[in-house]
């Protein structure tokens, strides 16, 4: 059994406001800092990269997406890298359901 302490819900009354403002609270606590990589893991993200465009298979990709300040998300979507724009330095990921642009920037983890 949880204290009201740990639960703050098992109040009798709890205003909307403020359980909007500790489920917000919350939300911020898993918020991340941009990780920081080494040349040899961008290298290879890179080459990962180039390769699904050239021979047209699935990767997973990961990036670091901001949210507040200096903190943000990480997200992850598979597909085939359709589109690698040079000029905008970034990639597009296509698969069944969507498209999406990925700066090369934000690109945390690649995986095949």
Sequence with gaps: ????????????????????????????????????????????FHYMIRDSAREDYAIAVSWWEPAKEERGNICTIWGVVRWIDQNGRRIKVVNDEESLWIYMEQITNVQS
Excluded: A
């Design 1 to 44: 059994m949880t204290s009201r302490i740990e639960n703050p819900f098992s109040m009798r009354f709890v205003l909307p406001e403020q359980r909007e403002l500790y489920l917000q609270m919350k939300q911020d606590d898993k918020l991340v800092p941009m990780p920081s990589l080494d040349q040899d893991e961008l290298d290879s």
